[in-house]
C-alpha cells in the first residue's frame, strides 16, 4: 500500500527535477530545421547553434568564430527572449548555409552562437556574460533582451574589452557611460514616441499624460515622450511610475480620468499594455489616443485584446511593410518570410533588431579583414549601410543615429503604419471610439 | 468626493481579488503548517486551464470555474498524497524547498506546454457600470462576488460539515485528532485539494484582467504571504478583511499621492507587514492554529 506512492514520489521528483534543468536549457534552439549539427558542449546548461556540417562540403572553412550572449528563456522577458535568439540563429542559419560564412581576409569562417539563460535577472545576465568571456572564450558578443539587462552585461563587456553589439537595449543611459565596446542597432529609447505624439499633435490633440515602468527603458522613453510633446505644443498634465512586476493599474487610470487628457502615453512592457487597455475599459475612460510602449506593434497583442486593442497606437523599429531594401536578406519582406518559414510564427520588431544586430557585427569583422577588438571598433564606427532593418550608422557613443522610428495603429485588427508620413500606409485614425462602440 | 469613492470601490474590489488569491495559502499554512511556496503557480495553471477553454470552446472564465475547480482539487489531493505528506512532519524547511522546487517545475512546464506568449481570457462581464459619478468594473465586481461565495461556502463548510470538523481539528491540535480517529493523511490530502481548487479558481477569476503567463506567480505567492501574515493563518474573515485593508490602503496612495503613489502603496503593504508583525504576529484576526506564547526562561 505505501509502495505505490513512494515510487510515483521518486517518480515525480525526478521529473521535477528534469523539467528544472531543462529550464535552463536553452533547448528550443535545436528547433531550427536544416541546421544540421548542434553542437553542445560540456556544461549542461549551455547549448550551442550553427556550425553545420552540410555546408563544409561546399566551401572549405578556416574555422569558427564564437559569439556569446545571455538571453532570456525564462522570467520576465521569456517572450522578448525567444524572439531575440530566433532573430539571432536565423543569421546564424542564413550565415552558415547560404552566404558561406563570415569572410576574414582570404578565409571564411563559420558562425557559432553560444547561449545562455539570463532568467530576466540583471546580476545572472552579467555573471553569464563573465562566464562567456572568460571560459567559453568567446571572440564576440550579443546583446541580451531589455534595456536593463545591457546596461549590467555591457559594463561585463567593458570590463574585458570584448565588443558587443545590441538590438534590445534603447535606453539612453547605456551609452552616457563613455563605453567603447557597446553598439546598439535600434533607434534610442528617447525618440520612441515621437513620430506618433507628431502625428497627434497635427490631428489636434492638446493635453498628454505618462505612465511608465521606474525601470531603464521605460524611464528614457517616458522623459523622451515629455520633450516631445512639449516641442509639438502639447502640455503634460500628469506624470506616474509603478513599480516591475504591477498587478493593478486602476489607481493611475482613476486619476488620469478625473484629469481628461487627450492622449495617454503609457507601458514598460508587453504585460502592462493588457493591463492598461484592461484598466481603462473597465474605468470606462476613453482617451482620444492611447501610446504604448512595448505591445502594439506585436501581432500577439491583437490575438490577445481583440477588439479592445483597435485605435491602440504604438512606437515600431521596424515593420514588414517598410520599404528597406538591401543585398542581404533582401527587403524587409523578403527577411520576414524567411522567419516565418523557419520559426513558423510571424515576425516581432524584436527579432527583426536580433538579426541586423548580428549583421551589423558579421559585416564589421568583414570590414575590418581581422578579429582584432581595435579593428572591428573602428569598422562599426565607420559602418554605414542599409539593411532590411533600416540605416545602421554608429554615432561616437554607439547608438544608431541614422534608423527614425515608426508609429503603428491597430485598425480593424491589421498592424498598420500611420507615422512618420514617408513609411505610413494608412491614416491615423482619431480620435479614439468609446470601448462600448466597437 | 467622486476621487475618494472611486478609490474606495477600487479598493474593495482589489481587496476582493487578494482575498480569493490567498485564501488556499492561508488556509493550508494554517492547517498544515506549510508553506506553498508554489501557490503562485498554481494560480497561473488554473488561469492557463480557463484561458485552453475560453480559447477552445469559447467558454467563459466564470463559466469555466466548474470544470477548473474539480482539476485542481485532483491535482492538489494528489500532490499532498505523493509529495507533502512526506514532508510534513519535518522541519519547515523541507516543505519549503519541495514547494519552492515545484514552483520552477510548474512553471518551466507551463513555457514548454504554452510558451511565454501572455494570453487573455474574454469575459461576457466586461466594461463598466457607472452609478452616481462612481464607476463599478463589471469584471471585478463579478470576481468579488464570485470570491465571496467561495469564501461563504468554505467557512460554513469548515464550521458545520464533520470533515470541515476534522479539518479544524488536524489544525489545533493533530495528536489529539489522531487519538479520536481522524486520518490525518486523508484530512491533509483533502484539505490540500480544497485549497489548490480554490486558488485555481482565482487564476481562472483574475485571466480576463491579468497577463496570463509562466512566470506570473512569484510575485502573488509574495503577495499571498503578505496578506496572510496581515490577516492570520486560515481565518476566512481575516483574509477578506485583511484584503480589503491591503486593497484600501494601495489604492488611497494610489490615487492621492502623485507621481509615485503606485509604487509607494507596494513599500506601504510591506511596512503594514512589518508592524503588524512585531505588534500582532498572530495577525490582525487570529487563525486556525492556537498562537504559541514564546517560552519563558
Known amino acids: 500500500m505505501r509502495r505505490l506512492p513512494r515510487a510515483l514520489a521518486i517518480l515525480l521528483a525526478l521529473a521535477l527535477v528534469l523539467v528544472a534543468c531543462g529550464g535552463e536549457d536553452t533547448t528550443e534552439t535545436t528547433q531550427a530545421p536544416d541546421?544540421?549539427?548542434?553542437?553542445?558542449?560540456?556544461?549542461?546548461?549551455?547549448?550551442?547553434?550553427?556550425?553545420?556540417?552540410?555546408?563544409?562540403?561546399?566551401?572549405?572553412?578556416?574555422?569558427?568564430i564564437r559569439f556569446g550572449a545571455a538571453v532570456s528563456d525564462?522570467?520576465?522577458?521569456?517572450?522578448?527572449g525567444q524572439d531575440t535568439r530566433q532573430g539571432y540563429d536565423l543569421w546564424a542559419q542564413w550565415l552558415n548555409e547560404e552566404y558561406g560564412g563570415i569572410k576574414v581576409g582570404d578565409d571564411h569562417y563559420l558562425a557559432e552562437i553560444v547561449y545562455y539563460d539570463d532568467e530576466g535577472d540583471s546580476d545572472t545576465a552579467a555573471n553569464l556574460v563573465e562566464r562567456l568571456i572568460t571560459e567559453d572564450e568567446v571572440d564576440f558578443l550579443l546583446g541580451p533582451y531589455s534595456s536593463g539587462l545591457t546596461m549590467s552585461t555591457s559594463?561585463?563587456?567593458?570590463?574585458?574589452?570584448?565588443?558587443?553589439?545590441?538590438?534590445?537595449?534603447?535606453?539612453?543611459?547605456?551609452?552616457?557611460?563613455?563605453?567603447?565596446?557597446?553598439?546598439?542597432?535600434?533607434?534610442?529609447?528617447?525618440?520612441?514616441?515621437q513620430s506618433a505624439l507628431k502625428a497627434l499633435a497635427d490631428a489636434g490633440a492638446k493635453t498628454v499624460v505618462i505612465a511608465y515602468e521606474d525601470t531603464a527603458f521605460p524611464t528614457s522613453v517616458a522623459a523622451g515622450?515629455?520633450?516631445?510633446?512639449?516641442?509639438?505644443?502639447?502640455?503634460?498634465?500628469?506624470?506616474?511610475?509603478?513599480?516591475?512586476?504591477?498587478?493593478?493599474?486602476?489607481?493611475?487610470?482613476?486619476?488620469?480620468?478625473?484629469?481628461?487628457?487627450?492622449?495617454?502615453?503609457?507601458?514598460?512592457?508587453?504585460?502592462?499594455?493588457?493591463?492598461?487597455?484592461?484598466?481603462?475599459?473597465?474605468?470606462?475612460w476613453t482617451p482620444d489616443a492611447m501610446v504604448i510602449t512595448v505591445g502594439p506593434s506585436n501581432p500577439e497583442f491583437v490575438t490577445e485584446v481583440g477588439a479592445d486593442s483597435e485605435y491602440i497606437i504604438g512606437p515600431t523599429q521596424w515593420e514588414r511593410t517598410m520599404s528597406w531594401e538591401t543585398g542581404w536578406f533582401g527587403t524587409a519582406e523578403d527577411w520576414a518570410q524567411r522567419y516565418e518559414g523557419l520559426w513558423g510564427e510571424p515576425p516581432s520588431y524584436q527579432a527583426a533588431e536580433s538579426t541586423a544586430t548580428a549583421l551589423a557585427l558579421?559585416?564589421?569583422?568583414?570590414?575590418?579583414?581581422t578579429l582584432d577588438t581595435d579593428a572591428v571598433r573602428q569598422a562599426?564606427?565607420?559602418?554605414?549601410?542599409?539593411?532590411?532593418?533600416?540605416?545602421?550608422?554608429?554615432?561616437?557613443?554607439?547608438?544608431?543615429?541614422?534608423?527614425?522610428?515608426?508609429?503603428?495603429?491597430?485598425?480593424?485588427?491589421?498592424?498598420?503604419?500611420?507615422?512618420?508620413?514617408?513609411?505610413?500606409?494608412?491614416?491615423?485614425?482619431?480620435?479614439?471610439?468609446?470601448?462600448?462602440?466597437? | 468626493m467622486d476621487l475618494f469613492l472611486q478609490a474606495l470601490i477600487n479598493g474593495v474590489m482589489l481587496g476582493g481579488f487578494y482575498a480569493a488569491m490567498m485564501l488556499g495559502f492561508s488556509v493550508i499554512w494554517g492547517v498544515m503548517g506549510v508553506i506553498n511556496l508554489a501557490h503562485g503557480e498554481m494560480i497561473m495553471v488554473g488561469a492557463y486551464l480557463s484561458w485552453v477553454l475560453n480559447e477552445n470552446y469559447g467558454m467563459d472564465p466564470f463559466v469555466s470555474l466548474l470544470i477548473v475547480m474539480p482539476i485542481m482539487f485532483v491535482i492538489g489531493y494528489v500532490l499532498q498524497l505523493i509529495l507533502i505528506n512526506r514532508v510534513?512532519?519535518?522541519?519547515?524547511?523541507?516543505?519549503?524547498?519541495?514547494?519552492?522546487?515545484?514552483?520552477?517545475?510548474?512553471?518551466?512546464?507551463?513555457?514548454?506546454?504554452?510558451?511565454?506568449?501572455?494570453?487573455?481570457?474574454?469575459?461576457?462581464?466586461?466594461?463598466?457600470?457607472?452609478?452616481?459619478?462612481?464607476?463599478?468594473?463589471?469584471?471585478?465586481?463579478?470576481?468579488?462576488?464570485?470570491?465571496?461565495?467561495?469564501?461563504?461556502?468554505?467557512?460554513?463548510?469548515?464550521?458545520?460539515?464533520?470533515?470541515?470538523?476534522?479539518?479544524?481539528?488536524?489544525?489545533?491540535?493533530?495528536?489529539?485528532?489522531?487519538?479520536?480517529?481522524?486520518?490525518?493523511?486523508?484530512?491533509?490530502?483533502?484539505?490540500?485539494?480544497?485549497?489548490?481548487?480554490?486558488?485555481?479558481?482565482?487564476?481562472a477569476l483574475i485571466s480576463p484582467t491579468q497577463a496570463v503567463f509562466p512566470f506570473m506567480g512569484t510575485p502573488l505567492t509574495l503577495r499571498a504571504f503578505t496578506i496572510t501574515a496581515l490577516a492570520g493563518l486560515g481565518s476566512i474573515p481575516g483574509a477578506l478583511m485583511g484584503g480589503v485593508v491591503l486593497g484600501i490602503v494601495e489604492s488611497m496612495i494610489g490615487v492621492y499621492v502623485p507621481g509615485?503613489?503606485?509604487?509607494?502603496?507596494?513599500?506601504?503593504?510591506?511596512?503594514?507587514?512589518?508592524?503588524?508583525?512585531?505588534?500582532?504576529p498572530q495577525g490582525l484576526f487570529g487563525g486556525l492554529r492556537p498562537h504559541e506564547e514564546p517560552a519563558q526562561i
Not at chain 1, 512618420?420 to 470601448?435: H, I, K, S
Request: with cysteine; hydrophobic share 50%; charged share 15%.
Open chain 1, 362 to 369: 558579421h559585416l564589421a569583422i568583414e570590414a575590418a579583414g
Open chain 1, 74 to 80: 525564462t522570467g520576465r522577458f521569456a517572450r522578448e
Open chain 1, 155 to 193: 559594463a561585463i563587456a567593458e570590463k574585458y574589452n570584448v565588443i558587443m553589439v545590441e538590438g534590445n537595449g534603447a535606453s539612453e543611459t547605456i551609452f552616457e557611460r563613455g563605453f567603447k565596446n557597446i553598439f546598439a542597432v535600434l533607434t534610442p529609447a528617447g525618440n520612441y514616441t
Open chain 1, 380 to 438: 562599426l564606427y565607420d559602418m554605414d549601410i542599409t539593411t532590411f532593418y533600416g540605416p545602421i550608422n554608429f554615432d561616437d557613443t554607439g547608438k544608431n543615429a541614422a534608423k527614425p522610428m515608426g508609429s503603428i495603429q491597430i485598425q480593424d485588427g491589421i498592424i498598420n503604419v500611420v507615422a512618420p508620413t514617408e513609411a505610413a500606409v494608412a491614416d491615423l485614425r482619431y480620435p479614439m471610439a468609446p470601448w462600448g462602440d466597437r
Open chain 2, 88 to 203: 510534513v512532519n519535518r522541519p519547515i524547511l523541507a516543505s519549503l524547498l519541495v514547494t519552492f522546487g515545484l514552483s520552477i517545475a510548474v512553471a518551466n512546464l507551463a513555457k514548454l506546454v504554452f510558451s511565454a506568449d501572455p494570453r487573455l481570457t474574454d469575459t461576457a462581464l466586461s466594461g463598466a457600470w457607472s452609478v452616481g459619478g462612481v464607476t463599478f468594473p463589471v469584471t471585478k465586481t463579478a470576481i468579488m462576488g464570485v470570491a465571496l461565495i467561495i469564501m461563504s461556502s468554505l467557512y460554513l463548510f469548515l464550521q458545520s460539515t464533520r470533515t470541515g470538523k476534522s479539518i479544524r481539528a488536524a489544525a489545533q491540535n493533530k495528536q489529539a485528532a489522531r487519538i479520536v480517529g481522524i486520518d490525518i493523511n486523508k484530512i491533509y490530502a483533502l484539505t490540500f485539494g480544497i485549497c489548490i481548487a480554490i486558488t485555481g479558481a482565482a487564476g
Open chain 1, 35 to 64: 541546421s544540421a549539427a548542434t553542437t553542445v558542449a560540456a556544461t549542461p546548461t549551455e547549448t550551442t547553434v550553427g556550425t553545420t556540417d552540410t555546408t563544409e562540403a561546399m566551401m572549405e572553412f578556416a574555422g569558427t
Open chain 2, 260 to 280: 509615485i503613489g503606485t509604487n509607494l502603496a507596494i513599500i506601504a503593504s510591506f511596512v503594514l507587514l512589518v508592524v503588524i508583525l512585531i505588534t500582532r
Open chain 1, 225 to 284: 515622450a515629455e520633450k516631445w510633446a512639449v516641442e509639438y505644443g502639447m502640455t503634460v498634465l500628469a506624470s506616474e511610475t509603478y513599480p516591475l512586476e504591477v498587478a493593478d493599474v486602476s489607481s493611475i487610470i482613476t486619476t488620469f480620468k478625473a484629469l481628461d487628457p487627450d492622449v495617454f502615453v503609457g507601458g514598460g512592457h508587453f504585460n502592462d499594455a493588457l493591463l492598461f487597455v484592461r484598466a481603462a475599459k473597465e474605468q470606462d
